[in-house]
Nanobody, 124 residues
């Protein structure tokens, strides 16, 4: 009914850039907040960046000035531009959508969704 699919992960050298994309699909009416999380080996999942429907963004201190989150409301997509990548950015990156309102037949439901994750590896 609603699914998120990430793309754009891969291997990059320190100092390089990657752009992650996340596409939400389904009979979507609205997505309140979209965000990127990441989980490195042996660590808990953490918020990297979030963006509201009105494009108000916030970032984890560790990525401020390096990462930029953006969204395309018309196409239900969110992006994460990652510049000046560091080895400590290595993690599985997950797309999240909070407050997703969507049609199920004649009814409306609201829920949160997660993508399957995409691996980002930054070599030193």
């Amino acid at each position: 009914q609603v699914q998120l699919v990430e793309s754009g992960g891969g291997l990059v050298q320190a100092g390089g850039s990657l752009r992650l994309s996340c596409a939400a699909s389904g009979r979507i009416i609205n997505i309140n907040t979209m965000a990127w999380y990441r989980q490195a080996p042996g660590k808990q999942r953490e918020v990297v960046a979030g963006i509201t429907r009105g494009s108000s963004a916030n970032y984890a201190d560790s990525v401020k000035g390096r990462f930029t989150i953006s969204r395309d409301n018309a196409n239900n997509m969110v992006y994460l531009q990652m510049n000046s990548l560091k080895p400590e950015d290595t993690a599985v990156y997950y797309c999240n959508a909070a407050g997703v309102t969507y049609w199920v037949g004649p009814s409306v439901r609201t829920s949160d969704s997660w993508g399957q994750g995409t691996q980002v590896t930054v070599s030193s």
